[in-house]
């Protein structure tokens, strides 16, 4: 596990690599699956969940399109302190588990169809059926070519035999 200091300079440096970090660098590990964690450098208190915060209120200052609606917000607040609050983080996990995998089907889906329809392919299947047909066509040909050669080699190998007993005659 990577391990990021938070020093009161608000800078993060990343012990693993050396330098320091920016939110940005953050946000890519994140995207990249890669676990860490953000300590507070003279406590050593665990900082993560306010530094991953911090990049959802950036992404939605930046107008990268809202997750957290106003609405969801005040919800979300409303359950501290609740009797359900355990259970809600617990809903919350298992609700975004199921709808990453339910995008991921659908995303499989979809290539699959956009894969059927794309014209591209249908077209290359198309040529490879008509490639198919001629290819069955000319070894037909190619055999009766031969097969007429055949005839037509031993009908004039007769022919010549026939020929040569009549002229003993």
Known sequence: MRILRKYTNRRLYDTSR????????VK???????????????????????????IISEQEAEGHGTLLTNQVLQQLIRFYGDSMQGMMSQY???????????QDR????????????????MMNRFADQNMAVW??????????????AASDASES?????????????
């Open 18 to 25: 050396s330098c320091y970090v920016t939110l940005e660098d």
């Open 28 to 54: 890519q590990l994140v995207l990249n699956g890669e676990q860490f964690q953000v300590q507070d450098s003279k406590t050593g208190n665990d900082l993560t969940r306010n530094i991953l915060l911090q």
């Open 92 to 102: 919350l996990e298992q609700s975004i588990a199921a709808f990453l995998e339910h």
């Open 106 to 121: 659908i995303r499989e889906q979809m290539q699959t169809m956009m894969g059927a329809a794309n014209p591209l392919t």
């Open 135 to 148: 290819n069955m066509f000319s070894q037909r040909g190619d055999e009766e070519a031969s097969a007429g």
């Open 157 to 169: 190998s007769d022919t010549k035999a026939g020929g040569a007993d009549k002229k003993k005659d």
